[in-house]
C-alpha cells in the first residue's frame, strides 16, 4: 500500500458524523435564535452569520476542541456544515460577549425557550414531578499566569468552577467561573449557582421557587443535592426560603460522633437500596456493599442539635430549618482502606441531612448517593472544554464556562432525542467522537438532494441512519428570538 499518490479527491467530507449534530441545532431552531443573541460589534453587516458560528463553536467544543483555533477542523467538514468561521472571527465573537453585559443571558434566554419546550416532550417539567439540581465544584488546574488563577484548597493552581446540573437529563442549567481560592463551601456561591439553575428552568417549575414564594402554589417539588460543601446553616436556610427542599452528606461533629460511637446490637439498622441505573448482581433491591441505613432525627442528642424550635437570629450554625433529617448509612470498610477516626468495628459511616418528609430512610440513601451522576456530568464537561481555559483575562474566560455549559447541553438533548434506547444515550464525549463524530463520509447529489454515504464497513452505520430518520421527522420550530 502507497500513501504517495498526487490525485485528490473532493468527494470525501471529513467528521461528516457532526452533521446530524448541526441538523437537531438547526431542528431546535438555535441557529436562528441565536442571530437576535449574539453580539456584532464590527461595521457594516457581519460576513458570518453570528448565529451559525456560535453554533460551530459548540460543535466544535464537542468534538474536542479546547482552544479558538481549534474551530478550524471543522473546515475539513464544511460540505455537511456550509460555510465555517475562521479562528479570528471566533476570537472576536467572544470579545464582543464581553463589551456587550448582559449578552450571554440573551443566549441563556434562548435556550431558555428550547428546554420548555424539550423537558415538556419528555415529560420532565409534568406537573407534580419532582426536579432534582445537583450542585458541585470542580478543580481546572492552569500552567501560565491567567488573571484569578490562584492557589487551590489541594495545593494546586489553577480556577475553582461550580456548576448546576438537572439530574433528570444531566444538562449544565449554569456554570459559574470562580478563582482557584474560592471556598467549597460558599454560601454566597453555592446560593448563585441555585438561583442560576432555577433561572434557567421553565418557568412552570421554578415560577414559585423564590425568596418569599407561596409554597402552596408550587407545581412541582424541587430538590438540591450536594456533598458535604452544602451542610452550612445558612445554605440549608436559603433553600427554605425559595421552597426548594435539599439533601446533603452532612459533616461530622462531636454530637454526630457521639451518636455513632454509641451504636449498638440493637440499632434499628435496616438494609440500603441499590441506586437506581446500576446493573444488579443478585437482589436487584439491595445494596451489594451490605451497607445499613438508621434514622437518628429523634435521638434526644440530635433533635436538641438541630434545634428546631425556629431560624435563629445569628449566624451561628447551630440550628436547622423545620423538618430537617437525620440519616446515618453505615458500610463495611473494603479491603485496603484507610481507617477514619470515626470508622468503628470495621464500618464507614456517611451522615445525610435532608428535608424531605414523605421518604423513608433507606430511599433518602439512596437518592443522596445518585447525587454521584454529578461526577459523570463534571466529566462531560471537562472533556467538552472546562478542562482548559485558553483566554488571559477573567472576562473572556467566563464567556468559555458559558460556551461550554451551552455545548453540554445540546448534546446532552441530542443523545437523549436522537440516540434514545441505544449505546449512546449516555456515552461520554470520547465516544461519541471517536464511533459517530469523526465518521467520514461521500457527499452525492441525486434528484437535487444530497446524500451522505457512511462508509461500508463502519460498525454504527445503523445508528447514523436511525438518528437521520428520527432527525428528518422532527418538527421545525418557529424562530425563537424576533
Request: hydrophobic share 40%; charged share 25%.
Amino acid at each position: 500500500m502507497r500513501y504517495d499518490g498526487d490525485e485528490e479527491t473532493d468527494k470525501i467530507v471529513a467528521l461528516a458524523g457532526l452533521g446530524p449534530l448541526a441538523g437537531y441545532a438547526d431542528r431546535l431552531g438555535l441557529t436562528v435564535g441565536f442571530a437576535g443573541a449574539v453580539p456584532y460589534l464590527g461595521p457594516g453587516v457581519p460576513v458570518v452569520d453570528r448565529g451559525g458560528l456560535l453554533v460551530h463553536s459548540l460543535l466544535m467544543l464537542n468534538v474536542g476542541g479546547d482552544c479558538c483555533t481549534d474551530l478550524s477542523i471543522l473546515h475539513a467538514a464544511e460540505g455537511v456544515l456550509g460555510d465555517v468561521g475562521s479562528d479570528t472571527t471566533f476570537r472576536r465573537m467572544v470579545a464582543d460577549f464581553t463589551k456587550s453585559p448582559g449578552t450571554t443571558d440573551g443566549v441563556d434566554e434562548a435556550f431558555g425557550e428550547i428546554r420548555t419546550r424539550v423537558w415538556a416532550e419528555h415529560g420532565w417539567s409534568d406537573p407534580g414531578t419532582r426536579v432534582i439540581l445537583d450542585i458541585d465544584g470542580t478543580l481546572t488546574p492552569v500552567h501560565s499566569e491567567k488573571e484569578d488563577a490562584k492557589g487551590t484548597y489541594k495545593r494546586g493552581f489553577g480556577f475553582h468552577p461550580v456548576a448546576c446540573f438537572a439530574d433528570c437529563s444531566g444538562e449544565a442549567l449554569a456554570i459559574e467561573h470562580r478563582p482557584g481560592n474560592a471556598g467549597a463551601n460558599t454560601i454566597t456561591d453555592l446560593v448563585g449557582i441555585v438561583d442560576a439553575g432555577l433561572d434557567a428552568l421553565p418557568d412552570t417549575v421554578s415560577g414559585s421557587h423564590r425568596p418569599g414564594a407561596i409554597a402552596a402554589e408550587a407545581t412541582n417539588e424541587m430538590l438540591v443535592r450536594s456533598d458535604s460543601a452544602g451542610h452550612t446553616g445558612g445554605f440549608l436556610w436559603e433553600m427554605w426560603d425559595r421552597n426548594v427542599r435539599f439533601c446533603v452528606t452532612g459533616r461530622s461533629n462531636s454530637t454526630l460522633s457521639s451518636v455513632i460511637l454509641g451504636f449498638g446490637d440493637n440499632t434499628n439498622w435496616q438494609k440500603a437500596l441499590r441506586p437506581r441505573n446500576v446493573d444488579a448482581d443478585g437482589d436487584p433491591d439491595v445494596d451489594a456493599r451490605a451497607a445499613q441505613v438508621v434514622e437518628v432525627t429523634n435521638y434526644p442528642t440530635i433533635h436538641k442539635w438541630l434545634g428546631l424550635k425556629g431560624r435563629p437570629k445569628d449566624d451561628l450554625d447551630v440550628a436547622y430549618p423545620p423538618g430537617t433529617r437525620v440519616i446515618i448509612r453505615r458500610e463495611p470498610l473494603h479491603p485496603g482502606a484507610q481507617q477514619r477516626m470515626f470508622d468503628t468495628n470495621g464500618w464507614r459511616h456517611t451522615i445525610i441531612l435532608c428535608d424531605l418528609p414523605g421518604d423513608t430512610a433507606v430511599e433518602i440513601d439512596r437518592l443522596q448517593r445518585e447525587h454521584a451522576h454529578v461526577e459523570e456530568n463534571i466529566k462531560r464537561l471537562k472533556e467538552t472544554g472546562l478542562e482548559r481555559f485558553p483566554f488571559q483575562d477573567t472576562a473572556r474566560n467566563k464567556v468559555w464556562a458559558s460556551m461550554v455549559g451551552w455545548a453540554h447541553t445540546l448534546c446532552r438533548w441530542f443523545q437523549l432525542d436522537l440516540f434514545a434506547g441505544t449505546e449512546f444515550e449516555h456515552a461520554h464525549p470520547k465516544k461519541l467522537r471517536r464511533c459517530l463524530f469523526n465518521t467520514p463520509a461521500v457527499l452525492r447529489t441525486r434528484n437535487r438532494q444530497t446524500w451522505v454515504l457512511w462508509p461500508h464497513q463502519w460498525p454504527w452505520n445503523a445508528t447514523l441512519r436511525a438518528a437521520g430518520r428520527r432527525l428528518r421527522t422532527m418538527n421545525t420550530p418557529r424562530p425563537l428570538l424576533a
